[in-house]
Each structure stands twice: as structure tokens, then as C-alpha cells.
């Protein structure tokens, strides 16, 4: 079993965003288990934190950005391709802007400054996902596919077409990450120059240099092409000049550097899912979109192998929030209050318990001679674990609730009598929006499923 890691002292790097040209500080920070990596935008009102998680994905136009509850950061792929590399599990970033840094248009700085901050093992296991049956995702128009099959490591064949006289179709395959620093991170972002001169009339690629991205040029450049990327890169027009191939004739550090650039970005998002995967990935012309709803799909295949079986319960284990605790999160008293102790959170996730006792008010009615936990209050206590799923994150949970709209799919499956231990697993089916949250609810007695059901709450703040 492999441990989970952080870095094991803080570092900073800065620079512009590509796409914005805004300076940002960047800072990583050790953390502790279980905190998964973790960006806090620290120029905002309560430094609000967003996960890095594929469900939070917002925007992959041009780049791979997150945004949870207002608060945004795009352009993570690169530092989350070489977190990725060194196995971090747990880190807190701190930006003060909204775009990470673009740096060279590789990950080449974040790997030489993790390095250099280093990385330490915790107690913790990490979390892997092992591939045992092929999932894939193909696009629309059937120009993009990844897929994934077993295989002990992590394993890439990459193809992309890039319908270029200069580029044409490109190849790069790996057997695992371990000559990521050599042979991927340092290969540069790239574009092409018809797309680039959209960016610019939009006004993006403010933070673009000839130094930070390559730039593709299929045709001859026209007189006024020159004279005005000239100005737009301060560069003297006869350096400009190309008739195709690379403009400003930047010379490639890979014959196939784009290819193994594409393969970068992948690192980085499928890193989304939050856990490791062990798996053999085909990629044709895989893209950001592409890349981001594949992990969103390996996020589903891996909670529901782990909701195929019961939560472990340890009643010797410290639990995470003890009643007192919950009391701060729920405004429930007796003889309403059905969750005991909350034993296991993540980022999406929460395990609840309910001690079922013959003490319980409700069981002088139903019924005197066969005691029965009404089905209800089995669905209010995992609405009230819900709750606290929801509330966790909030540094007032004191201030806010949640009320239940709507509960889909309640399914029965056994009966809770006095003396059993109830087990409620609730985890996020989306990501949080406008105050709207989406859950799946699962309880235990032992190893048998005895309910289940789909929840959706609003958030709301206390007046």
C-alpha cells in the first residue's frame, strides 16, 4: 500500500497569466491527509477555497479552469501535470489572481521548485483507482477518443492530427512518469497563428511572449501580418518573417514537442480525479474538454466501486466530528438530531453514524410488539448527514442550512430495529452551483444496504 505525500516546505513563483497578462503569486503549501490539492484564492473575501477536482471544471475553451461558489483559477494543468508527477496528494495553492502564472508555456519551473522544496511521506494510504475493465470516452463528432485498460502503471499511447502541412500527424507513447522531467515537462504550449490572431482580437494572450509559446505558421505572412505581430511582441519585423514553420524561427526541443505537449495537459487533468489511476490510456487528439470528461467519468467508475460495498466502522477510531460537533453544523435538538458522529470526510464524500436504540421515542408507535425505525426518519437522518456534507467547507456553518427540495429513487431494502448501527454514506453527484447541491445517499447495517436515495438541497444563509 502506497502513502499519501506532500511537499515538505512551502515555495512561491510568479509571473503573468497567459491568457490575461495579470501578475500572480503562486505559493504551495504542505497539508495534511486526506486535504487532497486544494487552490485558495487569497485576493478574494474569505480566501475561498476551490478543490481541484474535475466535478469543479468550468472552462476548458482554451485551458482547464475550476470555479466553485464565484471564485475561479485557470490554467492549473501545467502545475498539476508535475504535481502529478511527484504523487502529491495533499496541498494547499495560494493565488492571488485569477490565472496561474504561464512561466516558460512548460511545467519545467514547478518541477525544478517541488523538487527543490522536496517531498515527505504521511501516514495516510493514498488513494488509487486500478483499472479492471476499459472505460472510454469518445467525442461527438468522433475525432476524440481516450481510453483505458488494465495495466500495472501508468501507461500513454498518444496520436494527434493536427491537419497541418507543418505539424501533420504526430505520435508519443511513455510506460510510466518516470522520465517526466526530461521528456515531457519541459516540452512549451503552442498555437497556431490564425488561432492566435483570434486570441489577440478578443483580447487575450496578453501574457504571451514568443519566449512562453510557439507559434505555427501554415502560410506566408502577409505584409500587415508582420508589421503587427511585430509590434504585438516587440520584436524587429525581419525576425518575424517565415514563410512556414515556426515564427520567429524558435527552434523545437522535441521533434514531436507539440505531441508530447498534449501529453502534458493530460497529466495535468487526469490528475482531477483526485486519486491515482493505474491503467494503459489511448489518446487520439485528446483535448482539455476531451480530457476533463474522461476524468469526470473515472470519478463515477471509482465511487461506484467504492459504494459497492459498506463504509468500515472502527467504534475505536476518534471520529472526525463528534455530536458536539455536529451541533454546530445542524440546528436539529431532540428529539430530531439522528446523526451521532460523522467517522470519514472528502472532498465530495461523508460517512455518518446513527445508533439505533430501544430508548428511541418513535418506537412506542411504530410498533409496541415489532419495532420498526420508520422509514422517514431513516431518510431525515441521511438529509441530516447530507447537511453536514455540504456545510463542512464553510469556515460559519453556523450561518447557513440546507433545505431539501427534492429526494428521488428511495429504495427500501431492509429494515433498522433497535441495536443496529446505522451507516450513512453521502457524496456529491455535481459539482455545488448557485447554492444547489446534488447528492447520492447510501445506509448501512453491517455490510447490508438498507437505503438509498437521491437528494438535492439548497443552501441557504441564515436570516
Known amino acids: 500500500m502506497v502513502k499519501q505525500k506532500t511537499i515538505k516546505k512551502s515555495f512561491t513563483l510568479s509571473g503573468k497569466g497567459l491568457h490575461y497578462g495579470k501578475y500572480a503569486n503562486v505559493t504551495l503549501l504542505p497539508a495534511k491527509e486526506n486535504t487532497g490539492i486544494v487552490f485558495q484564492r487569497v485576493d478574494l473575501e474569505n480566501c475561498p477555497k476551490i478543490e481541484a477536482l474535475a466535478t469543479n471544471i468550468s472552462d476548458t475553451s482554451r485551458n482547464s479552469s475550476l470555479e466553485k461558489n464565484g471564485a475561479k483559477v485557470s490554467t492549473i494543468e501545467h502545475l498539476l501535470s508535475a504535481l502529478h508527477y511527484f504523487g502529491i496528494d495533499n496541498a494547499i495553492i495560494e493565488v492571488d ?29 493514498k488513494k488509487v483507482f486500478v483499472v479492471k475493465d476499459e472505460v472510454e470516452f469518445v467525442s461527438d463528432n468522433g475525432k476524440t477518443q481516450i481510453k483505458v485498460e488494465p495495466f500495472d ?18 505520435e508519443y507513447s511513455i510506460d510510466s512518469l518516470d522520465d517526466f522531467p526530461y521528456e515531457i515537462a519541459p516540452a512549451r504550449t503552442f498555437v497556431f497563428l490564425h488561432d492566435l490572431e483570434k486570441l489577440l482580437n478578443y483580447g487575450l494572450a496578453k501574457g504571451g511572449t514568443l519566449d512562453n509559446a510557439l507559434v505555427f505558421v501554415d502560410h506566408p ?39 508530447r505537449h498534449k501529453l502534458l495537459d493530460f497529466i495535468g487533468d487526469i490528475f482531477l480525479c483526485g486519486f491515482q489511476i493505474k491503467g494503459h490510456f489511448t489518446l487520439k487528439c485528446p483535448g482539455h474538454y476531451a480530457n476533463t470528461e474522461f476524468a ?18 472502527d467504534p475505536n477510531k ?73 456545510l463542512k467547507d464553510y469556515p460559519d456553518p453556523e450561518n447557513y442550512t440546507t433545505y431539501f427540495l427534492k429526494i428521488d429513487g428511495v429504495k427500501f431494502r431492509g429494515k433498522v430495529v433497535p441495536g443496529d448501527t446505522l451507516i450513512f454514506r453521502l457524496f456529491l453527484t455535481e459539482p455545488v452551483r448557485r447554492g444547489l447541491v446534488k447528492m447520492k445517499g447510501e445506509a448501512y447495517v453491517g455490510n447490508k444496504l438498507v437505503m438509498e436515495a437521491e437528494l438535492m438541497a439548497q443552501i441557504s444563509k441564515v436570516i
Open 97 to 125: 489572481n485569477e490565472e496561474i502564472p504561464i512561466m516558460d508555456g512548460s511545467a519545467l519551473c514547478w518541477v525544478k521548485a517541488i523538487e527543490e522544496a522536496g517531498v515527505t511521506e504521511q501516514n495516510a494510504i
Open 296 to 313: 469526470k467519468l473515472m470519478i463515477k467508475k471509482f465511487m461506484m466501486e467504492k459504494t459497492q460495498k459498506a463504509p468500515i466502522y
Open 153 to 170: 502503471g501508468f501507461k500513454v499511447d498518444l496520436s494527434v492530427d493536427f491537419h497541418s502541412s507543418v505539424l501533420g500527424i504526430q
Open 221 to 259: 505572412l502577409k505584409k500587415e501580418q508582420i508589421e503587427h505581430l511585430s509590434k504585438e511582441f516587440q520584436v524587429d519585423s525581419r525576425d518575424v518573417v517565415v514563410e512556414k514553420g515556426i515564427l520567429y524561427n524558435k527552434k523545437l526541443k522535441f521533434l514531436n514537442e507539440p505531441a
Open 318 to 390: 476518534e471520529p472526525v466530528y463528534s455530536i458536539t460537533d455536529i451541533k454546530k453544523f445542524l440546528p436539529h435538538r431532540f428529539p430530531m438530531l439522528l446523526v451521532d458522529k460523522i467517522i470519514e470526510t472528502g472532498d465530495d464524500y461523508v460517512v455518518g453514524i446513527k445508533n439505533v436504540t430501544g430508548n428511541e421515542d418513535f418506537f412506542n408507535g411504530h410498533f409496541p410488539s415489532e419495532p420498526v425505525m420508520p422509514g422517514v426518519l431513516i431518510v431525515e437522518a441521511m438529509g441530516q448527514t447530507g447537511g453536514i456534507l455540504v
